[in-house]
């Protein structure tokens, strides 16, 4: 009887090798596991590729699916040496590829299904530029079968991105960082996506936001007349569009998702008026505005044709908590938002934070007529006021709640005049208990009624019972003002075991300045100082 170890035949079964390899291949998939504990999974797919014939084709495919810069590609027909950790060194001749070593690339190139290029490790002249350059010219598509591609040129380089464009490509994203000097190299882009990319799905520009704060940014009349010659767009991100092009997408039956700059009212009541198509944005399901005037938002929420289920306001001023009152009271009346499952408001990182505007239960809460909203995210500058009765009242109103945020950046919460409210542990506890579908949740606490709600000794703590509860939460973000600080210290290690008892799904708790709460699905909850 032979001794040699055979193959078990069922690995040659392609579904299994493949649910195999998409194992192996963690590395890809980030917030899975901690980055601490991933280890690429590269050199093992290589491995696997050199088994045997039945393994090389999907290892190889999981191998160059995902890839930072074109590199790889330029090492394997040795274009350029193995990698170096620090920077290339300056090439000022043209890179000319053999026959031989454009085939080499052509034989993996046809893999690569993601990809990010961006001038990390980049000078002026550095090889992989000589390379793309030289590819520019022939008219040649490195990589053909490519889905999706996230630029970060400066607009300086963007004469390079041509030839990682191709007929299958999807997803297009690309963040403008400059644009005075070469402007014209990001026209140049846009006018190829509509030609080179007939299968575009997905584009996403965006600009950094030191950029055309005062004014529309002038690469806005080109991207609009690509977009207006991209029929199978589904969703698109966009700093600002042309009225034209907001029509176009507007009649797209494809188009499910728009991001952009809100219309002014006047050019809002000409393309959502009575005399326009009923059939506009009809499968439009999520909206993201970025809001310039609040006058435009009425306009909006007045005229808007369809149901939504998901729609975000980002207001570039400060909000008025009288017209955020008039805005949720237009939500609860009008059919079109009466189906909303999400909604998100916030106001721009850069304002001023105020305690003198204070935005209490009252003016929101007309949303709790939105009965099937599951994640309300409201991100201000300003003090949102809400107490114990507040968060009953929206367990009972929300039943498919599933994300909670309330001024999750700088936690702002309570304690203003003339009606300060906190919200203490135990009231945390007790919401979490009445909706048990919540996952996320953020609020600001006060930890000044620590001491009278829990014996803070340790033995008490260690004899506290765990929590019976069928809560799903996983992310659990609890602020407390900075004047508390103290308090943190006093009982810092103590933290760990109440609230390892209190939230039984609670692995293990890091004392530190933010007091991270990790869960055993990796899920990483904390909580930090206002």
């Given at each position: 009887m032979s001794s040699v170890n055979t193959m078990h035949r069922a690995l040659l079964i392609s579904e299994i090798l493949s649910n195999i390899i998409s194992h192996i291949s963690v590395d890809e998939r980030p917030g899975v596991w901690p980055f601490e504990y991933v280890t690429s999974s590269k050199p093992t797919l290589f491995a696997l590729a050199l088994t045997c014939r039945a393994f090389s084709e999907q290892a190889l495919d999981a191998l160059w699916n995902n890839f930072k810069g074109v590199e790889p590609l330029m090492r394997c027909p040795g274009i350029i040496p193995a990698p170096q950790k620090s920077l290339q060194e300056d090439q000022c001749y043209p890179i000319i590829p053999?026959?031989?070593?454009?085939?080499?690339?052509?034989?993996?190139?046809?893999?690569?299904?993601?990809l990010r290029v961006g001038t990390n490790y980049w000078r002026r002249d550095y090889i992989t530029q000589a390379f793309l350059r030289t590819m520019a010219g022939s008219f040649k598509v490195l990589v053909p079968n490519l889905r999706s591609l996230e630029i970060g040129f400066p607009c300086g380089l963007l004469h390079l991105v041509p030839p990682l464009l191709g007929p299958r490509l999807q997803h297009f994203f690309i963040n403008i960082r400059d644009y005075e000097k070469n402007g014209h190299h990001l026209h140049t882009v846009l006018q190829c996506l509509p030609s080179y990319c007939p299968s575009l799905e997905s584009l996403v520009v965006l600009k950094s936001y030191h950029l055309f704060r005062e004014r529309e940014p002038p690469f806005v009349l080109p991207m609009s007349h690509a977009i207006q010659k991209m029929p199978?767009?589904?969703?698109?991100?966009?700093?600002?569009i042309t009225k034209d092009?907001?029509?176009?997408?507007?009649?797209?039956?494809?188009?499910?998702?728009?991001?952009?700059?809100?219309?002014?009212?006047?050019?809002?009541e000409d393309i959502l008026g009575s005399s326009r198509n009923p059939k506009l944005f009809e499968n439009v399901d999520s909206v993201d505005w970025e809001i310039k005037e609040w006058r435009d938002v009425e306009v909006f929420t007045r005229l808007w044709p369809h149901k939504l289920t998901s729609m975000t306001l980002r207001s570039e001023v400060?909000?008025?908590?009288?017209?955020?009152?008039?805005?949720?009271?237009?939500?609860?009346?009008?059919?079109?938002?009466?189906?909303l499952q999400y909604i998100y408001l916030s106001e721009p990182i850069p304002c001023r934070?105020?305690?003198?505007?204070?935005?209490?239960?009252?003016?929101?809460?007309?949303?709790?007529?939105?009965?099937?909203?599951?994640?309300?995210?409201?991100?201000t500058r300003s003090c949102l006021s809400i107490g114990a009765n507040d968060l009953?009242?929206?367990?009972?109103?929300?039943?498919?709640l599933e994300v909670l945020l309330l001024n999750k950046t700088d936690g702002s919460m309570s304690g203003a005049a003339p009606t300060p409210q906190w919200i203490t542990v135990p009231e945390v506890?007790?919401?979490?208990?009445?909706?048990?579908?919540?996952?996320?949740?953020?609020?600001?606490?006060t930890l000044s009624t620590i001491d009278d709600d829990y014996d803070m000794d340790k033995a008490s703590l260690h004899a506290l019972r765990p929590r019976n509860s069928d809560s799903r939460l996983k992310d659990l973000t609890l602020k407390y003002p900075r004047d508390e600080e103290y308090i943190r210290q006093t009982y810092s290690s103590d933290f760990e075991i109440l609230f390892s008892k209190l939230f039984p799904r609670v692995n293990q708790l890091h004392p530190s300045q933010e007091f991270q709460i990790l869960h055993s699905d990796s899920i990483e909850p904390h909580i930090q100082r206002t």
């Open positions: 053999t026959e031989t070593q454009l085939a080499i690339i052509a034989r993996h190139g046809h893999r690569v299904r993601s199978k767009l589904r969703t698109v991100t966009v700093p600002a092009a907001l029509v176009y997408l507007g009649g797209l039956p494809s188009v499910t998702n728009i991001s952009s700059h809100l219309p002014a009212g006047s050019d809002l400060k909000f008025d908590p009288s017209l955020l009152q008039v805005l949720c009271d237009s939500l609860h009346v009008r059919e079109a938002f009466k189906n934070l105020s305690s003198s505007i204070i935005i209490t239960i009252n003016t929101i809460r007309s949303l709790f007529h939105l009965s099937q909203l599951r994640v309300v995210d409201i991100d009953v009242e929206m367990a009972e109103a929300w039943h498919f506890v007790g919401f979490v208990e009445l909706r048990p579908s919540l996952k996320r949740f953020c609020i600001g606490i």
